[in-house]
């Protein structure tokens, strides 16, 4: 796995220009540094341990969408995903990312579909570029708690 380290990923951070896309398509955003494309991830260092699991509020994780799980709160609507973490035993599970977009006051405006994997002390996340299904989707970074 690689590691997503840097500090503007945190719930704590304000917002920005970084997103998570191995090109940018927006003008002004800025491929996010420790971003290498759809790979598994572990959150580290500044970004926390582990994805945020809560609407972390609006333009935070240094980007203008926020990205977090949708584990088990209110601000998943599309609550036929499974939402819940997987176990050791599971192993890896697919799960939902709501992006929030504060213009439509929608704390799970746009989706990704990522695998999440549960190595004992940790998680690893397999992150896909934001807005690869639905095109214009693309100004998120996923946030780290």
Known sequence: YKELSSA?????A???KN?????IRDVGGVKSADWRAMVWYRFTG??????????PGWDTCGTTWPGYLAVDND?????????SLPTQEEGEKEMTVCFARESERD???????VMVMNCADYFVYQ?????TMRVGNDKGGYCGE
């Not at 997103?19 to 090109?23: E, G, I």
């Not at 601000?75 to 939402?83: E, G, R």
């Not at 992150?127 to 807005?131: A, E, F, I, R, S």
């Open 127 to 131: 992150l896909t570029n934001v807005g």
């Open 19 to 23: 997103r998570d896309r191995s090109y």
């Open 75 to 83: 601000s998943n609507k599309y609550n036929d995903y499974k939402l």
């Open 46 to 55: 500044e970004a926390g341990t582990k994805m945020a699991e809560h609407f």
């Open 8 to 12: 503007h990923r945190s719930v704590h």
């Open 107 to 113: 704390k799970c405006y746009y989706i990704e579909n």
């Open 14 to 16: 304000e917002g920005g």
